[in-house]
């Protein structure tokens, strides 16, 4: 399972405002579903995503650990990253602003109340 996110920060390793025990690098990320997380860069990518890219985060479980990865895996670009982001975004708007509970009480009085979100680690 795979993620789209759009990179708020990157944090290299190498940086002067940034002192590393080690030669990973992570990126801030703004997520579909509006949740805000920093997760690891594949090591291959992490001269090339900056700001601003649209990326894909494995979130598949690890074979010994419940855990999803959570690392980013590809950077998309161009129509590919626009339409991903624009589809997930939509989606989720549909989801956040659409149907709610109604419960009816025997006066006929309603109460509304909003309709839970799916969760997932993230």
């Not at 990179?7 to 997520?31: C, W, Y």
């Not at 982001?85 to 708007?93: D, F, V």
């Amino acid at each position: 399972m795979f993620h789209p996110g759009r990179v708020l920060e990157v944090f290299p390793s190498r940086h002067k405002e940034i002192n590393s025990g080690d030669a990973s690098t992570q990126a801030m990320l703004d997520m579909w579903d509006e949740n805000l997380i920093t997760v690891a860069v594949d090591a291959k990518l992490a001269a090339t995503i900056k700001k601003d890219d649209v990326v894909l985060v494995d979130y598949t479980p690890m074979a010994d650990k419940p855990a999803p990865r959570l690392i980013v895996t590809k950077i998309l670009k161009g129509v590919i990253a626009k339409n991903a982001w624009s589809t997930y975004k939509s989606h989720h708007k549909s989801k956040k602003g659409g149907a709610k509970n109604v419960m009816q009480l025997p006066q006929g009085i309603r109460i509304e109340q909003p309709a839970q979100a799916q969760a997932y680690v993230g």
